[in-house]
T-cell receptor, first 114, second 111 residues
C-alpha cells in the first residue's frame, strides 16, 4: 500500500484565499483524522471521521474551517477565507477500526498564508 | 485523558542505548500507553504500545512497572537516523479512541 497520500505537499497562498487540502487514506481503514501542527501549539486534532461520517469536529478552530469525506477513499479540509495564523503543517491520518491507537500519518501539507 | 510528562530533550551518541521515561500518574485502568516517533518534515509514526510489564518489537522496547504510573521507551544502539521527536500518549483502547499529543521528547543523536 502507498500509505496515506496528501496533496498538495506545499501550498502558499494569500490571505483571504480559499485553500483545499486533500487526503487519500489507506484502503480498508475506517477512521480518518485531520491534524494541524505548529511550533506554538504542537499537534492538534481538528476533526475525525468514522466510515465517512464526521464524529467529532470540536477541534476545528472556527467556521472558516470545514472538512468532508464524500467516500472512503477521499477527504478534504477547506479553509475559507484563509488567514496568516492558519499557516501550519496539516496532517491526515487513518487507522483500522480495531487498531485503536495505531494511526498512519501522511506526509503532511505545509501551508503558508501570506 | 491522562496527562503525560516527558523530558523536553535528550542527547545521545551513536551506539548507545537510550531510555526515555514518561510519567502518567493519573493513568486509568483501561488506558494503554503508546509511543510515536516523528522525524523532521514527516508525520508521526507508531512505534510501540503496551498495557503492562514489557513489550518488545523490532524497533524498541517498552517497560511498564506494576503501578503503571510511568513507562520507559528503550531504543537499543541508536544511530543518527533515530534523531526525532518521541511522543508518549495514554488513552483508551476502544473504537472511538483518539490521540492527544504533548510536546514530546526531542532526541538528538550525535556521531
Amino acid at each position: 500500500d502507498a500509505g496515506v497520500i496528501q496533496s498538495p505537499r506545499h501550498e502558499v497562498t494569500e490571505m483571504g484565499q480559499e485553500v483545499t487540502l486533500r487526503c487519500k487514506p489507506i484502503s480498508g481503514h475506517d477512521y480518518l483524522f485531520w491534524y494541524r501542527q505548529t511550533m506554538m501549539r504542537g499537534l492538534e486534532l481538528l476533526i475525525y471521521f468514522n466510515n465517512n461520517v464526521p464524529i467529532d469536529d470540536s477541534g476545528m478552530p472556527e467556521d472558516r474551517f470545514s472538512a468532508k469525506m464524500p467516500n472512503a477513499s477521499f477527504s478534504t479540509l477547506k479553509i475559507q477565507p484563509s488567514e496568516p495564523r492558519d499557516s501550519a503543517v496539516y496532517f491526515c491520518a487513518s487507522r483500522m477500526a480495531v487498531h485503536y491507537n495505531e494511526q498512519f500519518f501522511g506526509p503532511g501539507t505545509r501551508l503558508t498564508v501570506l | 485523558l491522562a496527562k503525560t510528562t516527558q523530558p523536553i530533550s535528550m542527547d545521545s551518541y551513536e551506539g548507545q542505548e537510550v531510555n526515555i521515561t514518561c510519567s502518567h500518574n493519573n493513568i486509568a485502568t483501561n488506558d494503554y500507553i503508546t509511543w510515536y516517533q516523528q522525524f523532521p518534515s514527516q508525520g508521526p509514526r507508531f512505534i510501540i504500545q503496551g498495557y503492562k510489564t514489557k513489550v518488545t518489537n523490532e524497533v524498541a522496547s517498552l517497560f511498564i512497572p506494576a503501578d503503571r504510573k510511568s513507562s520507559t521507551l528503550s531504543l537499543p544502539r541508536v544511530s543518527l537516523s533515530d534523531t526525532a521527536v518521541y511522543y508518549c500518549l495514554v488513552g483508551f483502547n476502544v473504537g472511538y479512541s483518539t490521540l492527544t499529543f504533548g510536546k514530546g521528547t526531542m532526541l538528538l543523536v550525535s556521531p
